[in-house]
Every structure is written in structure tokens, then in C-alpha cells.
């Protein structure tokens, strides 16, 4: 992996001591960060990450992964594969009924990148079990989002009915994107992921990508897409320097430009930033800024007139108001001016506080906790598809969690991270072809009163689960709850049965 080169915030004409300032706001448990990078002139001048989460460690990107695919439509049109000006449904004609929505027939390449493809309502980017229901909402919707190996979302976008004349109005659809990559693939002869491998990832030395297909063999594209930190960095420096790494002219500029500048009006009067869209790509407030974002605090925000990059990754709710701090604090800071003594280290690396670490007391200092160690418990049916649990209390703890019948051992650290894995079995919606899937996770326990307080922190995404146990003569209730989650009613008590 090719790291970015590091520097002082000071070597880099940044006021110290007001990034530092606006680093700490971001600290705060509001906005969730589990790791956050700023750089100027292409050099990293700050990092900072929140244990469990460490430096190089992938992490799910959700709508961040739109940028990436409108990279590779600029990639093909540089390459002559498509034109923007490309009807959408000359792809697939295959897919079209006998008689087509007029407006469908007369939507380009260019409004699925703007996001301005003519619907009234977003269709469905994907079949549901029922409504409500997501894909990628680790560990809920594996347990019920299901659908068929014989549904094509391509076919079902281009048999959607369009109601308005494409062009005319922004309407956010994760459809539109995975269109794109469907689009592609159809131009390319390979995946999205595949063809961005030598043109992308490989020159900017990436060291680790995923990004999930749907079940036709397409990666999903306006989601799904798992980078480090630093290589998501990699990327906005990317577009800051419009398509050079390294001397060599990657991408275009004149793409580039396009892609990061206002291309369609947003009609939301309410959002204070986000007021005109690009290519897949957000464009905040009057002074050229841009940004992608991802549900949950995935984002890199570009400074074009600061020549500097943010980058974030985290599990919040509340991380649309990070924009406050970036835009405001942060931007303030890039400009330069304050003393010219650097206190901050080379970089500005730290941790961030702690945020999910479990505060009680260790199971060695709790005489109860002998009582339940070694007892087996299963578990009647759940969302979570948790089929049975066995704690070794002592002086290190351990979980034997049992996951949709696999079972692995997990090491529970009391006042610190062990990390390990936890086994899914496959099924239609993880969108991969293999027979397990390994969550990489990272636990901590402590005995809060006569509950057991164990945490696990899925450190390749954006998902911590709590688990709260009681234990009983016969039995043991786990009180669930999560930092984030696209369906509400997530939070629940699972019953299990001492065997």
C-alpha cells in the first residue's frame, strides 16, 4: 500500500490550534466518528481514530460508493465505451415491455448521474420481504431481507413507470446509481469493481476493496463499497488534483470539473449545505466545496480554494450536523494564520475517546459471574438469528456465539478490544457466493450491577451491537441495542433456554 506523506499542521500553513479545536467538536459522542483524516497540499495533517476502529481497517462507505461509480463513467467515456448523451434503454432492449414509458424512452446516462431521471417517487432498488426491510443493515436484515436469484433490478427500473420528462428535477434514487454499474458492465464486459481495478485502486495503491453484487452478478454501486480511511483520502485528493496521481493524468479534468461542479438544482429548502448535485456528488454551499456522504457519517469533503480533504468515517445519527463544524470551524482553520508554533504532533495522530467501551467491573471481581460460566444456552427464533450463547467467566472471558447454526469463539476483553470473528451463513442478500460469511468484530465485557454488558463492534462497518444479560436459574434474557440501524424497531430482547 502507498501511504500518503505525512506533515505538521503548521509546515502546512494551517492554524493549529483551531483544527485542533474543531477536531475535538468532532470528537463528541453526537457525531459517532470512529475515524477521521484531514489533509493539505496532499499531505495528511491530522488523523485520528476511535478504538475499536484502527488505521489500514476497511469500513462499509454506503452513498460514498456513488462517487466511485460516476468515476467509472467518466473512466468509459474517456475510453469511448458510452456517451452521456446514451439512452438509457439502448443497453437493454432486451428488457423493455412491448410498449415502453415515453419518458423512460428519453432517459440518458447523464440523468441517472445527476440523479434527475424523471420519477415522482424513487423506485425500489431492491425486492423487500416486506416493507421496510433493507439490505446491509448488519446483523437485522440477514435475518429477513430475502429475494429471488431470478429478480434483475435492471429489468425492474426500466419496466418502472417515469412521470416526468427527465431532467427537470432532482430526485434521490440508489436505482439510478445501480443502473449506472449495470450500464457499465454492459459497456466494459466486467463489473464495476473489475474495471476500476487497474484504472483506479491499482495507481492510487489501494489495499483493500469490496463492494457488494447484487444477485445478477452487478455490483450494487449507490452502495455496498468498503475502503480504508486513508484510500477513501486518496480518492478526494484525486479529484482535488481534476484526475493527476503522480504525474499521470488518471481520469480527466474536464470530467472531473463536471463531475464536482452544480449540475441540478436540489428543491429541499430546508438543507443548509447541499444545494446543487454533480455526478453523483454533492456540492455544499456557494464556495465550490463538494462532498460524498454516506449514511451514518461516511464522507469526504473536498475544499477546492483550501487545497485540503476531509475524510470521515463513523456510526451516527446526527452526522449531517458535522457539516456545521466542517464547513465552519474546520474551513476557518484550513485558511491559515494563527501562531506559528506547532504544538500538535507529526501528524496530529491520536485516539479519540472512548465511546463504547463497556464501564464496569471485570467478571473477575464478580462472584455471580462463576455462577453462569460454562452454561449453555439456546435461543428461540430472533432477528438477530443468534442461536445459542456459552460465557467462560474468569480472568479472561470468552463467548461461544452461535449465528445462524455456526458457532465461533469469541475472546471478550474487559477494559479493552479483543478481536476476532463471527460466522453468518450465506444467503441470497449477503450478494457474495461463498458458504460463510466472517464478520470481523471486536468485543469488550464488563458486569454493570448483576448485567452483563458485552459489546460487539462490527469494525468493517458502521454497526455496534449491545448486548445486556441477564442470567436466571433456567434461562438468560439479552436486551439488544444498536448505535445506528435503518429500522426502527431493531432493539429487542432475546429469550434463551439453559440446556
Known sequence: MN?????TPAAAGIDAKRMEAALKKLAVPRYGVHALLVLKGGKVVAERYREPYRAGEVHS???????FTAAAIGFAEQEGLLRLEDFV???FPEYLPAHPCENMRKMR????????AGFDAAPDDFKRK?????VNDFPYSYANFQFSDTVDWAKDFLRSYVAEEPGQRFLYSSACTYMLSAILQKAAGQRLEEYLAPRLFAPLGFSRVSWQECSQGRNVGGWGMSLSAEDLAKFAQLLLQKGVWEGRQLLSADYIARMTSPQIRIGNRSAKWEKHFGYQVWILGEDGDYAGIGAFGQMYVVFPAQDAVFVMLGGSRAYMRALDVLLGDLKEALCGGGDAEDTLPFPAAGELPQLYLPDGVSSWDMPLAQQFSGKRYVFSPNLFEITGMQFQFGAEDSLRLGVAGESTELKIGAGYWEYGKTAVRETPQTDTHTQLLFFRVACAGAWEGEVYHLVLAFYETCYVLELFCTFHNHGLSVRTRRNVGFVADADTTLLGMRV
Open 61 to 67: 462507505l454506503f452513498s460514498v460508493s456513488k462517487s
Open 89 to 91: 434503454t439502448d443497453y
Open 3 to 7: 501511504k500518503l506523506e505525512r506533515t
Open 130 to 134: 416486506y416493507p421496510g426491510a433493507v
Open 109 to 116: 446516462i447523464w440523468h441517472l448521474l445527476t440523479l434527475s
